[in-house]
């Protein structure tokens, strides 16, 4: 495998995982909001996907963020009669973001984006020492 192939394959996993780590901040941003009106639903949970396309001018399979899905679980209730969002029994509904299950799943982009960094800093190393043979 050559270095440029490498560097562009590390390179579509940066793309792949820095848009999850987007995706994952909303859900943290929306985790305690609530919906504007009582009896409609709040933000819910978006759960970023991946797809592995082949790119023909690399001549290998990349990864890439595909379709982002919503999650469908059942939305927190909590009971709070004098919240505007309250519904006739006083309870509202609030996100299905658990911030346990976020802060993990950030956790674990941020080590896939830095694997990736990883394999750019190696490949870059190795084409310079290829250069300072090729000098020497």
Sequence with gaps: MDFMKSMAIAASGLR?????MRIISENLANADSTSAAP???PYR???????SEF???????????G????????FRSKYEPG??????NGN???PNVNALVEMTDMREAQRSYEA???VISATRRMLQRTIDILKA
Excluded: M, W
């Excluded at 919240?83 to 006739?88: G, K, Q, Y």
């Design 16 to 20: 792949a995982q820095s848009s999850r």
């Design 39 to 41: 009896n409609t639903d």
């Design 45 to 51: 949970r978006k759960v970023p996907t991946f797809t």
């Design 55 to 65: 790119n023909r001018e690399l001549e290998a399979r990349v990864v890439g963020l």
């Design 67 to 74: 379709k982002v899905e919503i999650d469908k679980s059942d």
């Design 83 to 88: 919240h505007p969002a309250a519904d006739e």
């Design 92 to 94: 509202v509904k609030f």
């Design 116 to 118: 990736n960094i990883n």
